[in-house]
């Protein structure tokens, strides 16, 4: 597997800069395109290993397909680099193909998404792709699946508290007994919203025990009773140091009630580092975890959106 070359991956990563809109929030641009240029040179690596296109290969049993087929692949038109592109599947499913495309022109329409992929179309038609999914400063159309969004810990801990924290209590915890108490309210909370259970899904004991071991999980109570948690993880962003929101999860019982805007700012103020950039990713559909970022003024600077193929 080749490498990519430092032209080739500094030409991607001033592109991959440009589908952010950091214009409130004066980041080291320079700073922000080395992280992306490493992450990219990383994402490369991991994809095009042979292992990795192998297991890729058995594991979605796309007839016809080959591993090399999966490798991420850099396309060229006239000697300049065009894109960097290679097959995905959402949720692992061999029935939903997509492509990932990233251009060294950053589009601002759907219409010129389907265009340029008509120009590596033949390298995936093995797979039937429904979709092309591509990231952007602002929606260009086709249909919108995930917003970043984004906001310096600073600027959270500055805004007037919420008037339900005063009720609340964040406490560290100290063991796994959190867990079977938030799986069941998370499976309780999907059976009552199905629609759901394609949008989120409950948070692996791993992962909220990593939350845990970096100091930032947290319980919430009020009154004593336990009312929901809330977690992160560190994790830079665009190489500056970062906390990762990564669950906020609030009782059925005491929804509705404006706990978990709440909860997130209280979180931010007792948790974070002033300096830490607070950033997450969040599902189109899943308008309640949006909102409540919104309500604490974190910054839509990121959308993905998945343009559909004719077929």
Same mark, same amino acid.
């Given at each position: 597997?080749?490498?990519?070359?430092?032209?080739?991956?500094?030409?991607?990563?001033? +592109? @991959?800069?440009?589908?952010?809109?950091?214009?409130?929030?004066?980041?080291?641009? &320079?700073?922000? *395109?080395?992280?992306?240029? @490493?992450?990219?040179?990383?994402?490369?690596?991991?994809?095009?290993?042979a292992?990795?296109?192998?297991?890729? !290969? #058995?594991?979605?049993?796309?007839?016809?397909?080959?591993p $090399?087929?999966?490798?991420?692949? /850099?396309?060229?038109?006239?000697?300049?680099?065009?894109?960097? !592109?290679?097959i995905?599947? +959402?949720?692992?499913?061999?029935?939903?193909?997509?492509?990932?495309?990233?251009?060294?022109?950053?589009?601002?329409r759907a @219409? +010129?998404?389907v265009?340029?992929?008509?120009? =590596? &179309?033949?390298?995936?038609?093995?797979?039937?792709?429904?979709? /092309? +999914?591509?990231?952007?400063?602002?929606?260009?159309?086709?249909?919108?699946?995930?917003?970043?969004?984004?906001?310096? &810990?600073a600027?959270?801990?500055?805004? #007037?508290?919420?008037?339900?924290?005063d009720?609340?209590?964040? %406490?560290?915890?100290?063991?796994?007994?959190?867990?079977?108490?938030?799986?069941?309210?998370?499976?309780?909370?999907? %059976?009552?919203n199905?629609?759901?259970?394609?949008?989120?899904?409950?948070?692996?004991?791993?992962?909220?025990?990593?939350?845990? *071991?970096?100091?930032l999980?947290r319980?919430?109570?009020?009154?004593?009773?336990? =009312?929901g948690?809330?977690?992160?993880?560190?994790?830079?962003?665009?190489?500056?140091?970062?906390?990762y =929101?990564? @669950?906020?999860? /609030?009782?059925?019982t005491?929804?509705?009630?404006?706990?978990?805007? $709440?909860?997130?700012?209280?979180? /931010? &103020?007792e !948790?974070?580092?002033?300096?830490?950039?607070?950033?997450?990713?969040?599902?189109?559909?899943?308008?309640?975890?949006?909102?409540?970022?919104?309500?604490?003024?974190?910054l839509?600077?990121?959308?993905?959106?998945?343009?559909?193929? $004719?077929?």
């Amino acid at each position: 597997m080749q490498a990519l070359s430092a032209s080739v991956l500094a030409r991607l990563a001033r +592109a @991959e800069l440009q589908t952010y809109d950091l214009s409130q929030l004066r980041l080291d641009e &320079a700073r922000a *395109q080395q992280a992306l240029g @490493e992450e990219l040179a990383g994402l490369h690596a991991k994809l095009n290993s042979a292992a990795t296109m192998t297991a890729r !290969c #058995e594991q979605l049993g796309v007839p016809g397909s080959t591993p $090399a087929d999966y490798a991420e692949q /850099v396309v060229r038109r006239d000697g300049e680099m065009l894109a960097l !592109c290679g097959i995905r599947h +959402a949720n692992l499913n061999p029935k939903l193909p997509f492509v990932s495309l990233r251009t060294d022109v950053v589009p601002t329409r759907a @219409e +010129a998404v389907v265009e340029l992929y008509a120009q =590596v &179309a033949e390298r995936f038609r093995v797979f039937r792709p429904r979709w /092309v +999914a591509v990231s952007t400063p602002r929606p260009i159309g086709g249909q919108l699946r995930a917003t970043w969004m984004m906001q310096r &810990a600073a600027a959270l801990r500055a805004r #007037e508290p919420w008037p339900v924290e005063d009720s609340l209590s964040l %406490e560290p915890l100290s063991s796994t007994d959190y867990y079977p108490w938030y799986r069941r309210g998370y499976d309780h909370f999907l %059976e009552e919203n199905p629609h759901f259970v394609d949008l989120v899904a409950p948070s692996e004991l791993s992962s909220l025990e990593q939350s845990r *071991q970096e100091g930032l999980l947290r319980g919430v109570r009020i009154d004593g009773e336990r =009312v929901g948690l809330i977690a992160a993880v560190d994790d830079d962003f665009l190489g500056h140091s970062g906390v990762y =929101v990564t @669950e906020i999860f /609030v009782a059925a019982t005491h929804r509705g009630r404006g706990l978990g805007k $709440a909860l997130q700012r209280r979180f /931010v &103020a007792e !948790c974070c580092p002033r300096d830490a950039l607070v950033w997450g990713t969040i599902d189109n559909d899943n308008q309640p975890s949006l909102g409540t970022a919104r309500a604490n003024g974190r910054l839509p600077i990121r959308y993905e959106s998945f343009v559909p193929l $004719a077929r």
